[in-house]
């Protein structure tokens, strides 16, 4: 069994900085994407940010220039460090993996989720 573990989610004033940790754990052979969503009230979960296991990178339009995705490949860990934090980025933020698991005797990919971690940006 393979989990997803997120931290670091909180209350912060406008134009203030979070980091959001995530923690892959379990019976993992190789992680591929990794990556984090994010889903605000009444409204539907959208991208954020990913990142291969080679390091390519890809940003939704609305935190270029803000948030910066990293990864520790040898430890599975994933972040994501948030500046300059809006109203409207207030949701749900979640980790998301493609991980190479053991399902039965076999090897196989896994697409898994974290359980989420709220961010809330209000004065």
């Known amino acids: 069994q393979v989990q997803l573990v997120e931290s670091g989610g909180g209350l912060v004033q406008p134009g203030g900085s979070l980091r959001l940790s995530c923690a892959a754990s379990g019976a993992i052979f190789s992680i591929n994407d990794m990556g984090w969503y994010r889903q605000a009230p009444g409204k539907e979960r959208e991208l954020v940010a990913t990142s291969t296991s080679d390091g390519n990178i890809n940003y939704a339009d609305f935190v270029k220039g803000r948030f910066t995705i990293s990864r520790d490949n040898a430890k599975n860990l994933v972040y994501l460090q948030m500046n300059s934090l809006k109203p409207e980025d207030t949701a749900v933020y979640y980790c998301?993996?493609?991980?190479?698991?053991?399902?039965?005797?076999?090897?196989?990919?896994?697409?898994?989720w974290g359980q989420g971690t709220l961010v809330t940006v209000s004065s």
């Open positions: 998301n993996a493609e991980i190479n698991t053991l399902v039965g005797l076999s090897a196989r990919y896994l697409e898994v």
